[in-house]
Nanobody, 126 residues
């Protein structure tokens, strides 16, 4: 059984920064792509960023390009999301997820992921 535990969320003013972490256990972390998703109240869960199993390929939603950076440390079984220049519209619950496919490139569809963390709240005040 795979476990994903997010941390690093909180309340920050607009323009501030946060770094989310997601610690994984129970599967060979380094062999699977990882993704960060977010869900605001009343909205669907959408992809924010994804990273391939080897960290070479990354994807960013247009709304966060240039502000967020996804990275991974396979030695620590951890994936990170560095969030800079935060905006009120970034307010949401952020989830990390592990992709189903071995040696994946980091897809954007929720159905490509089979394990999810419990989520961490990010609130950006104006």
């Amino acid at each position: 059984q795979v476990q994903l535990v997010e941390s690093g969320g909180g309340l920050v003013q607009a323009g501030g920064s946060l770094r989310l972490s997601c610690a994984a256990s129970g599967r060979t972390f380094s062999s699977y792509a990882m993704g960060w998703f977010r869900q605001a109240p009343g909205k669907e869960r959408d992809v924010v960023a994804a990273i391939s199993w080897d960290g070479i390929s990354t994807y960013y939603a247009d709304s966060v390009k240039g502000r967020f950076t996804i990275s991974r440390d396979n030695a620590k079984n951890t994936v990170y999301l560095q969030m800079n220049s935060l905006k009120p519209e970034d307010t949401a619950v952020y989830y990390c997820a592990a992709e189903k496919t071995l040696y994946g490139l980091g897809h954007t569809d929720l159905d490509d992921y089979d394990y999810w963390g419990q989520g961490t709240q990010v609130t950006v005040s104006s």
